[in-house]
């Protein structure tokens, strides 16, 4: 199993960044797809979840209408479009797929810096 995420860096404030996550190893469509965030000194917090087939969608206060999660299951990836981005966005964003009896599985992160 296999969460590899991608597209992070360096971004002023107000700018945008679009993350990736690439999933091998298992049946992605019956996986629920997150991302979960961790700013330095602070524990990981739930950004977004997006049910298996997509249908449904949920975003932490902080960053709705700002952030928008997809996926592909056909190309098994989950994206995270990310806009008006502000210093507080700062963290490492990770990757989670879960699905009821089947388990948890994590990425390793990708690092969002917003800073002028």
């Known amino acids: 199993v296999q969460l590899v995420e991608s597209g992070g860096g360096l971004v002023q404030p107000g700018g945008s960044l679009r993350l990736s996550c690439a999933a091998s190893g298992f049946t992605f469509s019956l996986y629920t797809m997150s991302w979960y965030r961790q700013a330095p000194g602070k524990g990981r917090e739930l950004v977004a979840t997006?049910?298996?087939?997509?249908?449904?969608?949920n975003y932490a206060d902080s960053v709705k209408g700002r952030f928008t999660i997809s996926r592909d299951n056909a190309k098994s990836t989950v994206t995270l479009e990310m806009s008006s981005l502000k210093p507080e966005d700062t963290a490492v964003y990770y990757c989670?797929?879960?699905?009821?009896?089947?388990?948890?599985?994590w990425g390793k992160g990708t690092l969002v810096t917003v800073s002028s």
């Open positions: 997006i049910s298996s087939a997509g249908g449904s969608t």
């Open positions: 989670n797929a879960r699905s009821v009896g089947r388990g948890s599985y």
